[in-house]
Each structure stands twice: as structure tokens, then as C-alpha cells.
Nanobody, 120 residues
Framework: QVQVVESGGGLVQAGGSLSLSCAASGSFFSIGEMAWYCQAPGKRRELVASITSGGNTNYADSVKGRFTISRDIAKNTVSLQMNSLKPEDTAVYYC??????????????WGQGTQVTVSS
């Protein structure tokens, strides 16, 4: 049974910081790209930040300079450090992972989501 499970999130005042973590567990060969997405009420899910197995990162323009994505290959985890939070960062944040379930065959897995609320 493969699982992708987030932790962290919560309520914070504008200007504050939060850290999200995500761990993939179960039986798989390796993990390709990992990422964080967010979805605000009434909006579609959108990319916040991604990181490849080689450590290359990509950020949404709205979070550049404020958020940092990192991963621990050995622990199958990805983290998102969120600083200088704004009310518009309020959303449910989802962890995404590409898991190699068979040699060179990667499948997409999502976490259940964790709420981040930034008060003004």
C-alpha cells in the first residue's frame, strides 16, 4: 500500500512562517519529481513548487523568494518552508509525488491535503 502523507499547516498571521512536510511510504523503486500544489476555494489546483530527483527546483512566481522546497532522497520526504506568508497564500496544500512502481514506469500520487490559513 503506497501512501503520500502530509503534515504541518495550520493558522498563522500574515508575515509569519509555516513548514509543510510530506512522506511517501510503501513499495516502489524510486521517486521522481515531488511537488507542492495548492487549491483555494473556488479555484483550480495550481503548482506552488517542484523539485526533481536531481534537486532542480521550480517555483510559482507568487512564492519566489518566500518559499523553499527541499527533499531528502533517503527518507522519501519533501518539505516546503513558507516564509513571509500572505492572506492570499490561504489554501489547501497537496503533496505530489511521481513514484516508480515498475522499472521506468512512474505514476502520480497525491496526499490528502493540509489546510494553510493566513490571517490578516
Amino acid at each position: 500500500q503506497v501512501q503520500v502523507v502530509e503534515s504541518g499547516g495550520g493558522l498563522v498571521q500574515a508575515g509569519g512562517s509555516l513548514s509543510l512536510s510530506c512522506a511517501a511510504s510503501g513499495s516502489f523503486f524510486s521517486i521522481g519529481e515531488m511537488a507542492w500544489y495548492c487549491q483555494a476555494p473556488g479555484k483550480r489546483r495550481e503548482l506552488v513548487a517542484s523539485i526533481t530527483s536531481g534537486g532542480n527546483t521550480n517555483y510559482a512566481d507568487s512564492v519566489k523568494g518566500r518559499f523553499t522546497i527541499s527533499r531528502d532522497i533517503a527518507k522519501n520526504t519533501v518539505s516546503l518552508q513558507m516564509n513571509s506568508l500572505k492572506p492570499e497564500d490561504t489554501a489547501v496544500y497537496y503533496c505530489y509525488a511521481q513514484l516508480e512502481m515498475a522499472p521506468k514506469k512512474f505514476y502520480q500520487y497525491w496526499g490528502q491535503g493540509t489546510q494553510v490559513t493566513v490571517s490578516s
